[in-house]
């Protein structure tokens, strides 16, 4: 059977408010406090993070930090194309979501050609540049890093020719051009954008399962019709951000947002789509526990995190018995 690789990726260079490199370790803590041996049945690797760097000045205001990131991305991008390569199935457990396009770049350039899909299950749509970031805070870019889409019609920074360079550099990170197209990009509970996001998703037609819709059809019928969007794709990789959470349940991460999913319903929507098998990558990434009281973030993250890599373990083995 295919193993499961867990790949550790603690940098935070991307976040706004510091902490999320701390959140593998709640996991683990979590994990103890369980009683449960997930973190001794699969092997691990931890990718080198630059997190030493936010103590020096910034010298990128619309991409704070990119020269690092990119850095740091290079090496997130490679462990996971060498893991995919080695046919072993990553879990990658991550800091801040602008880590989230490194795994994208290592997921196509170990399948250069066939079609990705991406399932984005997030409060944020993370789909600003540096031209239009009213922040500089790169966790919200990771989608146009991997649509190379820069919104140029909605642009309200000028950039300096080092962060255009790197900005540029990540975006062909992997493998030259987009890494995926916008009619195979779905999001799933996006409910907190600015308008020149809401002007690129609505220029790229790309969908996004609100909470009422999610509500009503529940998370198996809504897995039916993510599958029925990315019907040509090849290949499918799910993100999931714990600010996709209500912030009931969420308040150890750096942007909580209210009229999010539950705990159950989070669980149900991953093993949902987990059970496809077209998926090839699973990323949990924003546990931020100096945002937390007793660990509770971490606490609900690690009961989605267990829940859905027994969905994995249950597809791997099927696929194990079926290819006999």
């Known amino acids: 059977m295919r193993r499961i690789k867990l790949i550790e990726v603690r940098s935070e260079l991307g976040a706004g408010t510091r902490g999320a490199s701390l959140g593998v370790d709640a996991l683990r803590i979590a994990c103890l406090n369980k009683g449960c041996d997930y973190f001794r049945r699969f092997n691990a690797v931890a990718v080198p993070d630059q997190n030493h760097v936010l103590f020096d000045k910034n010298h990128?205001?619309?991409?704070?930090?990119?020269?690092s990131v990119y850095t740091v991305q290079k090496a997130i991008a490679s462990t996971v194309e060498q893991t995919l390569r080695f046919g072993e199935f990553p879990v990658v457990l991550a800091g801040d979501h602008s880590n989230a396009a490194a795994t994208i770049a290592g997921i196509k350039a170990?399948?250069?050609?066939?079609?990705?899909?991406?399932?984005?299950?997030?409060?944020?749509?993370?789909?600003?540049?540096?031209?239009?970031?009213?922040s500089g805070n790169i966790?919200?870019?990771?989608?146009?890093?991997?649509?190379?889409?820069?919104?140029?019609?909605?642009?309200?920074?000028?950039?300096?020719?080092?962060?255009?360079?790197?900005?540029?550099?990540?975006?062909?990170?992997?493998?030259?051009?987009?890494?995926?197209?916008p009619e195979h990009l779905v999001y799933v509970v996006v409910r907190d954008t600015e308008h020149e996001e809401d002007a690129v998703i609505e220029r790229l037609g790309i969908k996004n399962f609100k909470l009422p819709?999610?509500?009503?059809?529940?998370?198996?019928?809504?897995?039916?019709?993510?599958?029925?969007?990315?019907?040509?794709?090849?290949?499918?990789?799910?993100?999931?951000?714990?600010?996709s959470l209500d912030s009931r349940f969420s308040k150890g991460t750096g942007t909580p947002v209210v009229d999010g999913l539950n705990v159950d319903e989070a669980i149900g929507l991953c093993r949902a789509l987990l059970e496809n098998d077209?998926?090839?990558?699973?990323?949990?990434?924003?546990?931020?526990?100096?945002?937390?009281?007793?660990?509770?973030?971490?606490?609900?993250?690690?009961?989605?995190?267990?829940?859905?890599?027994?969905?994995?373990?249950?597809?791997?083995?099927?696929?194990?018995?079926?290819?006999?």
Not at 60 to 67: L, V
Not at 120 to 127: L, N, P, T
Request: net charge negative.
């Open 60 to 67: 990128f205001p619309f991409a704070k930090h990119i020269d």
């Open 110 to 134: 170990a399948n250069p050609y066939k079609t990705l899909g991406v399932v984005w299950i997030d409060a944020h749509a993370d789909i600003h540049s540096p031209y239009t970031t009213p």
């Open 139 to 181: 966790h919200g870019m990771p989608l146009a890093m991997a649509l190379n889409e820069d919104n140029r019609q909605c642009q309200r920074n000028e950039l300096d020719p080092e962060t255009e360079f790197f900005w540029r550099r990540l975006q062909n990170l992997g493998e030259e051009g987009p890494k995926l197209s």
């Open 213 to 243: 819709e999610f509500k009503a059809k529940g998370p198996r019928q809504i897995a039916r019709e993510i599958y029925e969007r990315l019907r040509f794709c090849d290949l499918v990789y799910i993100s999931f951000d714990v600010d």
């Open 278 to 324: 077209r998926v090839v990558c699973f990323e949990m990434v924003e546990i931020n526990p100096t945002l937390d009281n007793e660990n509770t973030m971490a606490k609900n993250a690690f009961d989605i995190l267990e829940a859905s890599t027994d969905a994995i373990l249950d597809r791997l083995r099927m696929e194990d018995v079926t290819s006999r």
